[in-house]
């Protein structure tokens, strides 16, 4: 015995294929009725087990972080750490840059300026081709309320440090408040 086709007339049929309360294919049974969140639904009955209930942020965190450095997020009046959650007033932040920046003559440059020297004399030009390379890390620390965290950031390039010294003297900013 085979079902009837649903789309036999030419017309889509928006809906369920299946009994209202039946859970669908891989989910569990649905809440009763329709609509947005809070119209006097108790979704905390709701979950199946292994989901995560969505809740707000704890009152002292104020949100979304004002500014993160590497895994380090500074929230409305705390500093929330992987180690922890520490005060943000008065914070001690360091940044030491141990990055390195080379600078030299690709391979290919020498192999173009030797072969073009035979040629011709312009060939000692592509010697003046440079190859720059940034290596290293930013290691950004930061101390409050007698705990320490501290964290590394990789170096993309010479202005790394910069940015990360203009996030950490905006954290400072914020922990003198």
């Not at 609509?35 to 989901?51: E, L, N």
């Not at 943000?88 to 020498?110: C, Q, Y």
């Not at 964290?151 to 003297?169: C, L, R, S, Y």
């Amino acid at each position: 015995m085979s079902e009837p086709n649903p789309y036999a007339d030419g017309e889509y049929k928006w809906g369920p294929t299946q009994p209202p309360g039946t859970p669908a294919y891989g989910y569990p049974n649905p809440a009763p009725g329709y609509g947005y969140p809070g119209q006097g639904q108790d979704y905390s009955q709701t979950q199946p087990a292994g989901v995560p209930v969505p809740m707000g942020p704890p009152a002292s965190m104020g949100g979304a972080p004002l500014v993160s450095i590497g895994d380090i997020s500074v929230m409305g009046d705390s500093i929330v750490t992987p180690a922890g959650t520490l005060p943000l007033r008065g914070a001690v932040w360091n940044a030491t840059d141990m990055s390195r920046t080379e600078e030299k003559i690709p391979t290919h440059a020498i192999v173009l300026a030797i072969v073009f020297f035979l040629f011709c004399l312009l060939g000692l030009l592509f010697l003046l081709m440079k190859e720059k390379k940034t290596t290293g890390f930013i290691q950004v620390t930061v101390t409050s309320g007698g705990k320490h965290h501290s964290t590394m950031i990789p170096a993309h390039g010479p202005e790394t440090f910069q940015m990360v010294m203009g996030q950490i003297n905006y954290a400072r900013s914020l922990s003198s408040m």
